[in-house]
T-cell receptor, first 114, second 114 residues
């Protein structure tokens, strides 16, 4: 079975540009999570979707960040405009619904904002 | 609300030595507990999970963890470290009721010396 697929794997762009990160969850998983990982702050939950509906977006840093899940097989995380402090590794994870269900992570997108 | 504390951001062992990575949690309801491993340039992968069936949980790659309610701990152990075990390890807790959103620890980097 294919795991969680993220694209691109690496993104380098200049400050002020729009950045779009993409995620395809595992088929049949109805929970989707976006995380950001940095050395300083560790792994931070940005937003959680269940059945394509955003349930908790309290971790989204500011209005420059937005996330969508138009259908069960696709989600995007957008940053507009991007800033150097947004540089991090962004992970998407999916799972079946339930607290006892482990998350399946993609390999991440390494984002560098110059 | 729940929280996770991983004691020691770095743990260094010799190849063949016992591995012990510590995790303490707090949760207002019975928790589900997880250990994940992250290798360089990869996403997190599930090592093992506790879901109340047994207090001693065996995972992949020879790792195991014991749930101790009285100590609110879920420490990860492996009898004999291998060079390939060098990675970042994360403990996570999910409440058995509510939003199903897990909380991750800050991670412990395991260094294995030859």
């Amino acid at each position: 079975d294919a795991g969680v697929i993220q694209s691109p794997r690496h993104e380098v762009t200049e400050m002020g540009q729009e950045v779009t990160l993409r995620c395809k969850p595992i088929s049949g998983h109805n929970s989707l999570f976006w995380y950001r990982q940095t050395m300083m702050r560790g792994l931070e939950l940005l937003i959680y979707f269940n059945n394509n509906v955003p349930i908790d977006d309290s971790g989204m840093p500011e209005d420059r960040f937005s996330a969508k899940m138009p259908n069960a097989s696709f989600s995007t995380l957008k940053i507009q405009p991007s800033e150097p402090r947004d540089s991090a590794v962004y992970f998407c994870a999916s799972s079946p619904t339930g607290a006892n269900q482990p998350q399946h992570f993609g390999d991440g997108t390494r984002l560098s904002i110059l | 609300a729940q929280s996770v504390t991983q004691l020691g951001s770095h743990v260094s062992v010799s190849e063949g030595a016992l591995v012990l990575l510590r995790c303490n949690y707090s949760s207002s309801v019975p928790p589900y507990l997880f250990w994940y491993v992250q290798y360089p340039n990869q996403g997190l992968q599930l090592l093992l999970k506790y879901t109340s069936a047994a207090t001693l949980v065996k995972g992949i790659n020879g790792f195991e963890a014991e749930f101790k309610k009285s100590e609110t701990s879920f420490h990860l152990t492996k009898p004999s470290a291998h060079m390939s075990d060098a990675a970042e390890y994360f403990c996570a807790v999910s409440p058995s009721g509510g939003s199903y959103i897990p909380t991750f620890g800050r991670g412990t980097s395991l260094i294995v010396h030859p």
